[in-house]
Structures are given as structure tokens and as C-alpha cells.
């Protein structure tokens, strides 16, 4: 391993380090937005710094999260001590994190599916970035099941961008989080979510390997292989573990530094059962972890509801939540964890 690999191998190692996983709290303007106005709190950037550092000074969060993403917004605020966000960050023991694609636009030709934009500058903006503290960052290509989709058209110009953003991470010295999330939200059977996440892996890790990407200094961030939430069959626990780690079994390569879920709008508690079977199986060459949204931060919203009074409590919900994730990375979840969080 050459000395900038070694460099981007130890940041990947510490970022699925045993017991962690990484919060994603990256949402745009936008999504953060929808996700506030679902509980009648308002938008604003204050109000959004405010709830992003709710998680980041709950006490011991370092403890069971390794690394957060964050949004450019929230890369250059400060947290209410006045210490900026990244330095706040590194202080309790989390790596920072940065979301650089500039979203998953319609793909032309192709109108029912997605071409995740973001390549123009990037070299620049990672320059910035890490400046601005970033150690690693990410990328989500979306892939949407249907009647004959996805197309191979979509998946090459999605691997292609993803493996060109990988290799310009690395390049700078940040760890490429590589994601190809496969929607959850269709009819497709899980048997149907494993053929095309194959194929998914299949291009995306052709395209790394292309590209020169070193797969020692990247995490992936896949979706686990479950029937779309409309499906007419639905699966257990243990049959999407099993799908799950034989399908990454025939596709990604034993040198990945990590892998760490996506949770793609599963239940909370589905979510942390999912990664806590695939540990008890265990068996693969790779770390396996969280690197979860919604799954990590939905009932600490609902419960903070944009009242700085509710922080505690807040708080207390983050905490439980991360620590029942950390719990699963270790195959010793038990849903009674999420007890405090419902
Ligand atoms: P979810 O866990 O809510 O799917 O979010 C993870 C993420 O970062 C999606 O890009």
C-alpha cells in the first residue's frame, strides 16, 4: 500500500470501527425542510443548526458514531459554543464528513430514472473542503426498480460519475463513501432487490477498478436487500440477512475497508434487527455497519418537535438510538434497546 492508501485505509478503518457507524445528517436545504414541516417545525438555518447540534453534543455520541455527513450549510456553522462545526466535531471524537454530489437529476432518455450531477468543480470544492476539516464524504447514486428498469444505461452513467468522484477523493486525501442505493419503496420481491443490486455492484465496483479507486480507502454504502415496501410479500429478518450478505459475498471485493448500510426508510428498529442478523451470521471480509439517516434520527426530531426546552430529551433519543446501532454491529441488539426511543 502506497503512503496516501495507508492514509485513506486509516481513516476508512476508524470510520467502521467496532461498536460505530456513521450518522448521516446530510439532507439538503430541502429535504431537512420536508422532514421539519412534517412536524410543523419551521425551517430555518438557525433551527437547523440548532437540532444537527443536538446530535453532535449528546454526551458519549462518540462513543457508538465514528463520522457524520454534513450538509455545506451545516460544514461552515458554528456550534452555539462558538467553536466551528468540523473543530466541534473532531473534539468529541467524530470524523467529519461532507455530501458533494449536487443531487440525482432525470436522466435524459431515460425519464423514469436518475443521473446523480456534482462532477463540475469537484476537485475545487474538495480542496475547500478539506481545508474546512472534511476526512471523507459522499456520493448516493439512485437506482430506481420497475417494468425492465433499471437500465444498464443508468447504471453505467451512474457508476461511471460515482468512480470519478471516488477517484478525486482520494486524490485529495478523502475517503470516498461510495453510494448506490437501490429505492425500497416499489413492488420489486426481494429476490428481484438482489438481482439488481447485483448488477448494481457488478458496474459500480467494474467502473472502481477503472477508475483506479483504491478499494482499501473507500467505505460502501449500500441498501440491504429487501422487497420494495410494496411488495406483496414482505421478508423476515433473517432471510434479508442472508440475501443481503450472499448477494455483497458475490460482488464486492475482500480489500472494501467497510461496508455500512443505508436504512432507506426502514422502521427504526427493522433497520438495527437487519444489521444485528447479518453480524450474527458474520463470515464476510468486511466491517459491517450503520451509516443510517432517518433510522438514526427520526424519533430524536419528533421528540426535540424544534423546542430548544426538548434537547435534553432530544438527546436522550439520539443516544439510545445510536447506542442500539452500535449494539447490532456486534450481533447484540435486542429491541428492547429501542425502548427509551418509541
Ligand atoms: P437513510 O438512512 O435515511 O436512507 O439516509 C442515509 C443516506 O445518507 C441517504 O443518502
Known amino acids: 500500500m502506497d503512503e496516501l492508501t495507508k492514509e485513506l485505509n486509516d481513516i476508512a478503518r476508524a470510520m467502521v470501527a467496532p461498536g460505530k457507524g456513521i450518522l448521516a445528517a446530510d439532507e439538503s436545504t430541502p429535504t431537512i425542510g420536508k422532514r421539519f414541516a412534517k412536524l410543523g417545525i419551521e425551517s430555518t438555518e438557525e433551527n437547523r443548526r440548532s437540532y444537527r447540534e443536538m446530535f453532535f453534543s449528546a454526551d458519549g455520541i462518540g462513543q457508538y458514531v465514528s463520522g457524520t455527513i454534513l450538509y455545506d450549510e451545516t460544514i461552515r456553522q458554528k456550534a452555539s459554543d462558538g467553536?466551528?462545526?468540523?473543530?466541534?466535531?473532531?473534539?468529541?471524537g467524530i470524523i467529519p464528513g461532507i455530501k458533494v454530489d449536487t443531487g440525482a437529476k432525470p436522466l435524459a432518455g431515460s425519464p423514469e430514472e436518475k443521473v446523480t450531477e456534482g462532477l463540475d468543480g469537484l476537485r475545487d470544492r474538495l480542496e475547500e473542503y478539506y481545508e474546512l476539516g472534511a476526512r471523507f464524504a459522499k456520493w448516493r447514486a439512485v437506482i430506481t426498480p420497475g417494468d425492465d428498469l433499471p437500465t444498464d444505461y443508468c447504471l453505467s452513467v451512474n457508476a461511471h460519475a460515482l468512480a470519478r468522484y471516488g477517484a478525486l477523493c482520494q486524490e485529495r486525501g478523502i475517503v470516498p463513501i461510495i453510494e448506490p442505493?437501490?429505492?425500497?419503496?416499489?413492488?420489486?420481491?426481494?429476490?428481484?432487490?438482489?438481482?439488481?443490486?447485483?448488477?448494481?455492484?457488478?458496474?459500480?465496483?467494474?467502473?472502481?477498478?477503472?477508475?483506479?479507486?483504491?478499494?482499501?480507502?473507500?467505505?460502501?454504502?449500500?441498501?440491504?436487500?429487501?422487497?420494495?415496501?410494496?411488495?406483496?410479500?414482505?421478508?423476515?429478518?433473517?432471510?434479508?440477512?442472508?440475501?443481503?450478505?450472499?448477494?455483497l459475498k458475490t460482488v464486492v471485493p475482500a480489500s472494501v475497508a467497510g461496508i455500512a448500510f443505508l436504512s432507506g426508510g426502514q422502521g427504526d428498529e427493522e433497520a438495527s434487527a437487519h444489521l444485528n442478523a447479518m453480524n450474527q451470521i458474520g463470515g464476510v471480509p468486511w466491517p459491517l455497519t450503520f451509516s443510517y439517516g432517518r433510522a438514526l434520527q427520526q424519533a430524536a426530531m419528533k421528540t426535540w418537535?424544534?423546542?430548544?426546552?426538548?434537547?435534553?430529551?432530544?438527546?436522550?433519543?439520539?443516544?439510545?438510538?445510536?447506542?442500539?446501532n452500535s449494539a447490532a454491529t456486534y450481533g447484540k441488539y435486542t429491541p428492547d434497546m429501542d425502548k427509551v426511543a418509541s
Open 181 to 247: 442505493e437501490v429505492l425500497m419503496d416499489g413492488e420489486n420481491s426481494i429476490e428481484q432487490t438482489y438481482e439488481i443490486t447485483q448488477r448494481t455492484l457488478h458496474k459500480v465496483f467494474n467502473e472502481l477498478f477503472d477508475q483506479g479507486v483504491a478499494f482499501e480507502g473507500m467505505v460502501l454504502k449500500p441498501n440491504m436487500v429487501v422487497p420494495g415496501a410494496k411488495a406483496p410479500r414482505q421478508a423476515g429478518v433473517q432471510e434479508v440477512a442472508e440475501m443481503t450478505l450472499t448477494c
Open 83 to 92: 467553536t466551528a462545526i468540523p473543530e466541534f466535531l473532531k473534539k468529541v
Open 305 to 324: 418537535a424544534g423546542s430548544s426546552d426538548n434537547i435534553p430529551a432530544g438527546q436522550a433519543v439520539a443516544l439510545s438510538r445510536a447506542k442500539a
